[in-house]
């Protein structure tokens, strides 16, 4: 592995289901971001963790959970997926405030 | 006096001739600032970034241009490429917070 992996790279998913997209860094990097990118808005920040064993909300939590176990991967849940979450959803790491973060390849994630 | 250069969401640009990309930022209190270029179906990749102390920074064939006192930033791309076309975001960052904030996009077409 080098740099951030992202599983799936796309997905189905019927409305009501639960999903969690899982991401991975090997680069021992500190923090890790969950993204959602949709046409005309941009990267929008869903949660955080600065650090293993903390997370924090970003701009668009709602629907969403993580969790941080270890430094190296950073899953992103939804519990009960809604069509409003059809989106590319992009995993990152950097490793100290004020630093480039460095993005995985995406999942496309569509809900129906 | 200076003009702001007015962001556009979109780009074309002749193949060889300069680029110059434009973003407003929001915060006064961003002391941190990055170029990400992201092509089609991948994740951003990091360009160039600046810190608040300086107002110009130079890469490979790039020159970033930092304004605070109209909280503006420029992305000037030389000579381009046809490799260059993509969508290119400006984002910024607070002292000791690992979160950045996204911009827009402007999309960036080169003609041959």
């Known amino acids: 592995i080098a740099g951030i992996t992202q599983a799936p790279t796309s997905q189905i998913l019927a409305a009501g289901r639960r999903m969690t997209l899982r991401c991975t860094q090997d680069m021992r990097h500190n923090a890790m971001y969950w993204y959602r990118q949709d046409l005309g808005l941009g990267l929008r920040l869903i949660h955080y963790?600065?650090?293993?064993?903390?997370?924090g909300k970003g701009e668009v939590p709602d629907g969403y959970s993580v969790s941080r176990a270890n430094t190296d991967d950073f899953p992103l849940t939804l519990a009960s997926a809604v069509p409003s979450q059809t989106s590319v959803y992009f995993c990152a790491s950097s490793d100290s405030p004020s630093r480039e973060q460095f993005f995985g390849p995406g999942t496309r994630l569509t809900v129906l | 006096g200076e003009s702001v250069g007015l962001h556009l969401p979109t780009l074309s640009v002749q193949e060889g001739d300069n680029s110059i990309i434009n973003c407003a930022y929001s915060n006064s209190a961003s002391d941190y600032f990055i170029w990400y270029k992201q092509e089609s179906g991948k994740g951003p990749q990091f360009i160039i970034d600046i810190r608040s102390n300086m107002d110009k920074r130079q890469g490979q064939r790039v020159t970033v241009l930092l304004n605070k006192t109209v909280k503006h930033l420029s992305l000037q791309i030389a000579a381009t490429q046809p490799g260059d076309s993509a969508v290119y975001f400006c984002?910024?960052?607070?002292?000791?917070?690992?979160?950045?904030?996204f911009g827009a996009g402007t999309t960036v077409t080169v003609r041959a």
């Open positions: 984002a910024e960052n607070i002292l000791n917070d690992y979160k950045l904030s």
């Open positions: 963790s600065n650090t293993a064993g903390t997370t």
